[in-house]
C-alpha cells in the first residue's frame, strides 16, 4: 500500500506491506549504500554466491534479521520493490535463490521497474 505525501497529515509518503512472517522476528531496516564493484566480483545472497555486476545501486529495505536479502526496499530513482509468496507445485531445486533476494537483487542492479522485472526474471 502506497499513499503519497500529499495526502497525508505530515506530508510525508508512506509505504506499508503485510507480511506472514512471525510477528516475533525482528525485521531490521538495512541500507546498501551505491558501489562500484571490480570484475569478477561476486556477492554472497542467503544460500549461492553469484556473479556481482559493475555497479549497484544505494537501497534501503526490510529484512527478517537472518537473512540477506529484502522482505521489501525502495531505493530513490524510481520507487519501490516487494517479496510476495507464490504457491506452485513443482519440484524446486534443494538450493536456490529466495524470494527476498531477487527483491534486493532487482532493486540494486535496476535503472527502472522494467528493468528490474528483466533482472528479476532472468
Request: neutral net charge.
Amino acid at each position: 500500500m502506497v499513499v503519497l505525501a500529499p495526502h497525508t497529515r505530515a506530508g510525508a509518503t508512506l509505504l506499508a506491506k503485510n507480511s506472514d512472517r512471525s510477528p516475533y522476528e525482528c525485521q531490521p531496516l538495512a541500507q546498501a549504500p551505491h558501489r562500484v564493484h571490480p570484475e569478477g566480483a561476486t556477492v554472497h545472497c542467503q544460500y549461492l554466491e553469484i556473479p556481482q555486476v559493475l555497479e549497484t545501486a544505494a537501497v534501503i529495505g526490510s529484512r527478517p534479521f537472518w537473512l540477506w536479502g529484502f522482505e521489501h526496499g525502495l531505493k530513490r530513482v524510481w520507487g519501490s520493490d516487494r517479496n510476495e509468496a507464490v504457491l506452485t507445485r513443482e519440484t524446486l531445486p534443494s538450493t536456490g535463490l529466495l524470494g527476498m533476494d531477487l527483491v534486493r537483487l532487482g532493486l540494486e542492479r535496476s535503472k527502472n521497474a522494467r528493468e528490474a522485472t528483466e533482472i528479476i526474471g532472468t
